[in-house]
Protein backbone atom coordinates (compact mmCIF):
# COMPACT_ATOMS: atom_id res chain seq x y z
CA UNK A 1 0.00 0.00 0.00
CA UNK A 2 1.41 3.37 -1.22
CA UNK A 3 2.14 5.88 2.28
CA UNK A 4 -0.50 8.19 1.01
CA UNK A 5 -3.29 5.86 0.60
CA UNK A 6 -2.16 4.77 4.51
CA UNK A 7 -2.64 7.71 5.56
CA UNK A 8 -6.06 8.62 4.43
CA UNK A 9 -7.40 5.30 5.30
CA UNK A 10 -5.84 6.28 8.75
CA UNK A 11 -7.58 9.71 9.08
CA UNK A 12 -10.74 8.18 8.30
CA UNK A 13 -10.66 5.84 10.97
CA UNK A 14 -9.78 7.97 13.41
CA UNK A 15 -12.70 9.99 12.68
CA UNK A 16 -15.11 7.11 12.86
CA UNK A 17 -15.17 7.75 16.71
CA UNK A 18 -15.55 10.98 16.55
CA UNK A 19 -18.20 11.02 14.06
CA UNK A 20 -20.26 8.29 16.44
CA UNK A 21 -19.48 10.71 19.34
CA UNK A 22 -21.10 13.88 17.21
CA UNK A 23 -24.34 11.77 16.35
CA UNK A 24 -24.65 11.20 20.59
CA UNK A 25 -27.69 13.23 21.97
CA UNK A 26 -26.56 16.19 24.69
CA UNK A 27 -26.63 15.14 28.02
CA UNK A 28 -29.56 16.30 29.86
CA UNK A 29 -29.14 19.06 32.67
CA UNK A 30 -30.97 19.50 35.92
CA UNK A 31 -30.99 22.96 37.70
CA UNK A 32 -31.13 22.35 41.24
CA UNK A 33 -32.23 24.37 43.37
CA UNK A 34 -32.77 24.55 47.47
CA UNK A 35 -33.06 27.34 50.36
CA UNK A 36 -30.72 25.62 52.58
CA UNK A 37 -26.97 23.93 51.93
CA UNK A 38 -25.78 20.32 50.82
CA UNK A 39 -24.14 20.11 54.21
CA UNK A 40 -27.64 20.61 55.76
CA UNK A 41 -30.18 18.96 53.60
CA UNK A 42 -29.86 15.33 54.13
CA UNK A 43 -32.51 14.23 50.84
CA UNK A 44 -30.11 14.10 48.05
CA UNK A 45 -29.86 10.79 48.34
CA UNK A 46 -33.56 9.82 48.37
CA UNK A 47 -33.59 12.79 45.03
CA UNK A 48 -31.00 10.71 43.34
CA UNK A 49 -32.82 7.06 43.96
CA UNK A 50 -36.10 8.21 42.83
CA UNK A 51 -33.79 9.50 39.43
CA UNK A 52 -32.04 5.93 39.14
CA UNK A 53 -35.55 4.47 39.51
CA UNK A 54 -36.60 6.44 36.40
CA UNK A 55 -33.62 5.62 34.37
CA UNK A 56 -30.97 8.20 35.14
CA UNK A 57 -27.60 8.60 37.31
CA UNK A 58 -26.08 11.89 37.67
CA UNK A 59 -22.56 11.50 35.68
CA UNK A 60 -23.38 9.17 33.46
CA UNK A 61 -26.81 10.20 31.14
CA UNK A 62 -27.99 13.50 33.31
CA UNK A 63 -25.59 16.73 34.74
CA UNK A 64 -27.14 18.41 37.87
CA UNK A 65 -26.45 21.81 38.30
CA UNK A 66 -26.83 23.01 42.14
CA UNK A 67 -27.90 26.32 43.61
CA UNK A 68 -27.89 26.38 47.58
CA UNK A 69 -29.47 30.03 48.91
CA UNK A 70 -27.58 28.95 52.63
CA UNK A 71 -30.94 29.63 54.36
CA UNK A 72 -31.02 33.22 52.75
CA UNK A 73 -34.81 32.83 51.01
CA UNK A 74 -33.73 36.93 49.39
CA UNK A 75 -31.07 35.15 47.32
CA UNK A 76 -33.55 32.58 45.60
CA UNK A 77 -35.37 34.64 42.63
CA UNK A 78 -31.23 35.22 41.30
CA UNK A 79 -30.19 31.71 41.67
CA UNK A 80 -33.68 30.76 39.87
CA UNK A 81 -33.19 33.06 37.03
CA UNK A 82 -28.97 31.81 36.81
CA UNK A 83 -30.67 28.37 36.34
CA UNK A 84 -32.94 30.03 33.55
CA UNK A 85 -30.02 31.34 31.63
CA UNK A 86 -28.21 28.36 31.37
CA UNK A 87 -30.64 26.51 29.74
CA UNK A 88 -31.25 23.96 31.94
CA UNK A 89 -33.55 21.39 30.90
CA UNK A 90 -35.80 21.07 34.17
CA UNK A 91 -35.83 23.20 37.46
CA UNK A 92 -36.28 20.92 40.84
CA UNK A 93 -37.12 23.70 43.39
CA UNK A 94 -36.64 21.93 46.67
CA UNK A 95 -36.70 23.31 50.08
CA UNK A 96 -40.86 24.34 50.09
CA UNK A 97 -42.38 27.48 48.72
CA UNK A 98 -39.87 29.99 48.50
CA UNK A 99 -37.99 27.98 45.99
CA UNK A 100 -41.23 27.13 44.45
CA UNK A 101 -42.04 30.20 44.11
CA UNK A 102 -38.97 32.19 42.87
CA UNK A 103 -38.51 29.28 40.10
CA UNK A 104 -42.21 30.28 39.10
CA UNK A 105 -41.02 33.79 39.15
CA UNK A 106 -38.53 33.12 36.60
CA UNK A 107 -40.14 31.11 33.86
CA UNK A 108 -43.03 29.93 32.80
CA UNK A 109 -41.55 26.98 29.69
CA UNK A 110 -38.90 25.61 31.52
CA UNK A 111 -40.20 22.08 33.37
CA UNK A 112 -40.44 22.55 37.27
CA UNK A 113 -41.06 19.97 39.79
CA UNK A 114 -41.28 21.34 43.21
CA UNK A 115 -42.11 20.35 47.02
CA UNK A 116 -44.59 23.03 49.10
CA UNK A 117 -45.67 23.00 52.43
CA UNK A 118 -49.17 22.95 51.59
CA UNK A 119 -51.78 24.27 49.13
CA UNK A 120 -49.95 24.56 45.43
CA UNK A 121 -53.10 25.95 44.06
CA UNK A 122 -53.71 28.48 46.81
CA UNK A 123 -50.14 29.26 46.32
CA UNK A 124 -50.65 30.20 42.56
CA UNK A 125 -48.04 27.57 41.23
CA UNK A 126 -50.60 25.65 39.65
CA UNK A 127 -54.68 25.09 38.25
CA UNK A 128 -55.35 22.26 40.44
CA UNK A 129 -53.85 18.80 42.18
CA UNK A 130 -55.09 16.71 39.31
CA UNK A 131 -54.02 18.54 36.62
CA UNK A 132 -51.86 21.05 37.54
CA UNK A 133 -51.56 22.36 33.50
CA UNK A 134 -48.54 25.14 32.85
CA UNK A 135 -44.67 23.65 33.38
CA UNK A 136 -45.14 23.00 37.05
CA UNK A 137 -45.64 20.15 38.75
CA UNK A 138 -44.53 17.89 42.03
CA UNK A 139 -45.35 17.41 45.94
CA UNK A 140 -47.37 18.61 48.30
CA UNK A 141 -46.52 17.73 52.20
CA UNK A 142 -48.99 19.16 54.13
CA UNK A 143 -46.69 20.35 56.76
CA UNK A 144 -48.46 23.57 57.48
CA UNK A 145 -52.00 21.52 58.13
CA UNK A 146 -50.27 19.13 60.87
CA UNK A 147 -49.40 21.88 63.39
CA UNK A 148 -52.76 21.71 64.55
CA UNK A 149 -52.23 18.21 65.55
CA UNK A 150 -48.75 18.79 66.65
CA UNK A 151 -50.19 21.26 69.21
CA UNK A 152 -52.52 17.76 70.10
CA UNK A 153 -49.51 15.68 70.67
CA UNK A 154 -47.96 18.14 72.90
CA UNK A 155 -50.89 18.68 74.94
CA UNK A 156 -51.31 15.06 75.18
CA UNK A 157 -47.61 14.88 76.36
CA UNK A 158 -48.04 17.64 78.94
CA UNK A 159 -51.40 18.19 79.58
CA UNK A 160 -50.68 20.90 82.00
CA UNK A 161 -48.52 23.09 79.76
CA UNK A 162 -50.46 26.42 80.47
CA UNK A 163 -48.02 28.51 77.50
CA UNK A 164 -46.72 27.13 74.69
CA UNK A 165 -43.95 28.54 72.60
CA UNK A 166 -44.52 28.42 68.85
CA UNK A 167 -41.29 29.08 66.73
CA UNK A 168 -42.31 31.12 63.64
CA UNK A 169 -40.05 32.74 60.67
CA UNK A 170 -42.10 35.67 59.28
CA UNK A 171 -40.40 35.81 56.17
CA UNK A 172 -41.63 32.03 55.56
CA UNK A 173 -44.97 32.53 52.74
CA UNK A 174 -46.64 30.29 55.26
CA UNK A 175 -45.93 31.53 58.23
CA UNK A 176 -49.92 33.48 58.26
CA UNK A 177 -51.55 30.48 57.77
CA UNK A 178 -49.23 28.43 60.25
CA UNK A 179 -49.72 30.98 62.93
CA UNK A 180 -53.83 31.08 62.48
CA UNK A 181 -53.88 26.98 62.57
CA UNK A 182 -51.74 26.83 65.55
CA UNK A 183 -54.13 29.57 67.37
CA UNK A 184 -57.03 27.68 66.43
CA UNK A 185 -55.74 24.70 67.90
CA UNK A 186 -54.78 26.62 71.28
CA UNK A 187 -57.73 28.05 71.47
CA UNK A 188 -59.81 24.47 71.28
CA UNK A 189 -57.72 23.33 73.88
CA UNK A 190 -57.87 26.01 76.48
CA UNK A 191 -54.10 26.94 76.45
CA UNK A 192 -52.18 30.07 75.09
CA UNK A 193 -49.73 30.35 72.29
CA UNK A 194 -46.79 32.89 72.50
CA UNK A 195 -45.16 33.70 69.55
CA UNK A 196 -41.65 34.00 68.92
CA UNK A 197 -40.69 35.35 65.18
CA UNK A 198 -37.15 33.98 64.44
CA UNK A 199 -35.61 34.72 60.95
CA UNK A 200 -31.82 34.07 61.57
CA UNK A 201 -29.76 32.14 63.47
CA UNK A 202 -29.05 35.20 65.60
CA UNK A 203 -32.56 35.89 66.86
CA UNK A 204 -32.86 32.26 68.35
CA UNK A 205 -30.70 33.00 71.66
CA UNK A 206 -33.25 36.06 72.16
CA UNK A 207 -36.59 34.10 71.27
CA UNK A 208 -35.45 31.54 74.26
CA UNK A 209 -34.98 34.38 76.48
CA UNK A 210 -38.49 35.02 75.76
CA UNK A 211 -39.64 31.80 76.22
CA UNK A 212 -38.42 31.74 79.71
CA UNK A 213 -38.91 35.02 80.47
CA UNK A 214 -43.10 34.45 79.91
CA UNK A 215 -42.97 30.89 81.62
CA UNK A 216 -43.56 28.90 77.95
CA UNK A 217 -44.02 25.27 79.60
CA UNK A 218 -43.33 23.57 75.96
CA UNK A 219 -42.28 24.29 72.55
CA UNK A 220 -43.52 24.45 68.91
CA UNK A 221 -41.18 24.77 66.06
CA UNK A 222 -43.47 25.12 63.23
CA UNK A 223 -42.53 23.83 59.39
CA UNK A 224 -39.94 25.68 57.79
CA UNK A 225 -36.63 24.54 56.47
CA UNK A 226 -34.46 27.49 58.00
CA UNK A 227 -35.34 25.53 61.31
CA UNK A 228 -34.77 22.56 59.92
CA UNK A 229 -31.16 24.17 59.38
CA UNK A 230 -30.23 25.45 62.83
CA UNK A 231 -32.23 22.33 64.78
CA UNK A 232 -29.20 21.32 66.38
CA UNK A 233 -28.91 24.52 68.44
CA UNK A 234 -32.71 24.33 68.48
CA UNK A 235 -32.18 20.80 70.25
CA UNK A 236 -29.65 21.76 72.12
CA UNK A 237 -30.98 24.91 73.67
CA UNK A 238 -34.40 23.58 74.56
CA UNK A 239 -32.04 20.78 76.63
CA UNK A 240 -30.32 23.47 78.15
CA UNK A 241 -33.76 25.02 79.53
CA UNK A 242 -35.18 21.64 80.01
CA UNK A 243 -37.99 22.47 77.54
CA UNK A 244 -40.45 20.43 76.01
CA UNK A 245 -40.60 20.61 72.26
CA UNK A 246 -41.92 18.96 69.01
CA UNK A 247 -40.84 19.66 65.30
CA UNK A 248 -41.91 18.71 62.27
CA UNK A 249 -39.96 15.86 60.68
CA UNK A 250 -38.08 12.86 62.19
CA UNK A 251 -34.18 14.33 61.95
CA UNK A 252 -35.15 16.69 65.42
CA UNK A 253 -36.02 14.06 67.23
CA UNK A 254 -33.39 11.37 66.00
CA UNK A 255 -30.89 14.13 66.85
CA UNK A 256 -31.92 14.43 70.01
CA UNK A 257 -35.15 16.67 70.02
CA UNK A 258 -38.25 15.18 72.62
CA UNK A 259 -41.11 14.26 70.12
CA UNK A 260 -42.06 15.17 65.88
CA UNK A 261 -44.75 14.42 63.92
CA UNK A 262 -44.75 15.08 60.24
CA UNK A 263 -44.42 13.89 56.35
CA UNK A 264 -41.41 10.98 55.99
CA UNK A 265 -39.57 13.89 53.17
CA UNK A 266 -37.47 11.33 51.95
CA UNK A 267 -40.58 9.62 50.73
CA UNK A 268 -41.05 13.11 48.94
CA UNK A 269 -37.80 13.85 47.43
CA UNK A 270 -37.61 10.07 46.13
CA UNK A 271 -41.24 11.12 44.33
CA UNK A 272 -39.58 14.28 42.97
CA UNK A 273 -36.67 12.50 41.28
CA UNK A 274 -39.12 9.87 39.69
CA UNK A 275 -41.34 12.99 38.21
CA UNK A 276 -37.73 14.48 37.10
CA UNK A 277 -37.00 11.25 34.99
CA UNK A 278 -40.26 11.15 33.37
CA UNK A 279 -40.48 14.52 32.23
CA UNK A 280 -36.81 13.82 30.79
CA UNK A 281 -38.09 11.55 28.63
CA UNK A 282 -40.71 13.88 27.73
CA UNK A 283 -44.18 14.14 29.88
CA UNK A 284 -45.62 16.94 30.49
CA UNK A 285 -44.95 18.46 33.79
CA UNK A 286 -48.71 20.06 33.67
CA UNK A 287 -49.90 16.54 32.94
CA UNK A 288 -48.38 14.84 36.52
CA UNK A 289 -50.96 15.12 39.03
CA UNK A 290 -49.34 16.95 42.33
CA UNK A 291 -48.49 14.20 45.00
CA UNK A 292 -49.76 14.23 48.45
CA UNK A 293 -48.46 12.08 51.39
CA UNK A 294 -50.53 9.02 52.89
CA UNK A 295 -47.87 8.33 55.44
CA UNK A 296 -47.33 10.58 58.46
CA UNK A 297 -44.67 9.91 61.17
CA UNK A 298 -44.98 10.02 65.12
CA UNK A 299 -41.59 9.80 66.55
CA UNK A 300 -40.66 9.99 70.15
CA UNK A 301 -37.07 10.37 71.93
CA UNK A 302 -37.69 8.14 75.38
CA UNK A 303 -34.27 9.29 76.73
CA UNK A 304 -34.99 12.97 76.31
CA UNK A 305 -38.03 12.85 77.93
CA UNK A 306 -36.59 10.99 80.86
CA UNK A 307 -33.94 14.04 80.79
CA UNK A 308 -36.72 16.17 81.04
CA UNK A 309 -38.66 14.50 83.96
CA UNK A 310 -40.96 13.83 81.29
CA UNK A 311 -43.60 10.71 81.39
CA UNK A 312 -44.79 9.57 77.96
CA UNK A 313 -48.05 8.17 78.24
CA UNK A 314 -48.20 4.45 76.89
CA UNK A 315 -51.16 5.45 74.65
CA UNK A 316 -48.43 7.61 72.97
CA UNK A 317 -45.98 5.29 72.66
CA UNK A 318 -48.15 2.89 70.98
CA UNK A 319 -49.38 5.41 68.47
CA UNK A 320 -45.34 6.11 67.53
CA UNK A 321 -44.18 5.37 64.40
CA UNK A 322 -40.41 4.87 66.03
CA UNK A 323 -39.55 5.22 69.61
CA UNK A 324 -36.39 6.07 70.64
CA UNK A 325 -34.71 4.91 73.22
Known sequence: MKRREFIALLGGAAAWPLAARAQQPARPVIGFLNTLSAERWPYLAAFHQGLKDAGYVEGQNVSIEYRWAEGHYDRLPALAV??????????????????????????????????????P?????????????????????????????????????IPNAAVIAALVNPTFSEAESQLKVVQAAATKLGRQIRVLNVSSE???????????????????VVSDPFFFAVHEKLIALAARHAVPMIAFIREFTVAGGLMSYGTGLSDAYHQMGVYSGRILKGDKPGDLPIVQPTRFELVINLKTAKALGISVPQTLQVAADEVIE
Open 82 to 119: DLVRRHVDLIVATGGDPSALAAKAATTTTPIVFNVAED
Open 121 to 157: VKDGLVASLNHPGGNMTGVSILTASLEAKRVELLHEL
Open 202 to 220: GEIDSAFADLIQHHADALL
